[in-house]
């Protein structure tokens, strides 16, 4: 399974206010994502085969999107991201490494929040403002030892990540 952006960021997804579960709004909920630091237009992988559930339909935060892809056994919400690529759509069928998207910039950051969950699309809308700490669905998962096993892939492999360009 590729990482979800063509490097390994720079910045460490797994401390400071990157991290899952940082204090976001001076405490009042928790970060429930990994941010992975990227420049702007990065494109953004599928991390496994799935279908695209929503695709940059509405406003994610701040001025950017979000694609939510239905992977097996998991969902993925791909986050602040700038637009989708060239043939994604709801109801696209990708493969892991498809280019979904490409990093947006939010503020004066550009990343791709990346948000794990175990339970079907279908399970009702992913941000839940009356689910405290997270304000997200209850099946919101910490993606950070995900991610790890990705990069660990990578690194272990040597091999270059080449995306796969949507149909």
């Known amino acids: ?4 952006i063509p490097f390994l960021p720079h910045d ?6 990157r991290r899952f579960g940082a204090d976001r709004a001076h405490g009042r909920r928790k970060h ?4 992975l630091i990227a420049p702007v237009g990065t494109p953004i992988f599928a991390v496994g085969n799935g279908v695209v559930m929503e695709a ?30 060239p043939g994604i759509r709801r109801g696209s069928v990708v493969s892991a490494g498809t280019v979904i998207a490409y990093v ?9 929040h990346f948000e794990l ?24 998962m910490n993606p950070t030892a995900f991610l790890q096993q990705l990069s660990a892939h990578i690194l272990q492999s040597h091999e270059p ?4 360009v949507a149909a």
């Open 1 to 4: 399974m590729p990482f979800p």
């Open 12 to 17: 460490n997804f797994k401390t400071g206010g």
């Open 32 to 35: 429930a994502g990994c941010d």
């Open 56 to 85: 940059a339909e509405r406003e994610f935060y701040h001025g950017t999107y979000a694609v939510v892809v239905q992977h097996s056994g998991y969902l993925v919400r791909y986050c602040e991201v700038k637009g989708v690529a």
């Open 104 to 112: 947006g910039k939010m503020h004066t950051m550009s990343m791709l």
């Open 117 to 140: 969950y175990s339970g079907p699309y279908g399970a009702g809308g992913l941000t839940n403002r009356g689910n405290p700490p997270y304000q997200r669905r209850k099946d919101l």
């Open 161 to 164: 990540i080449v995306p796969n």
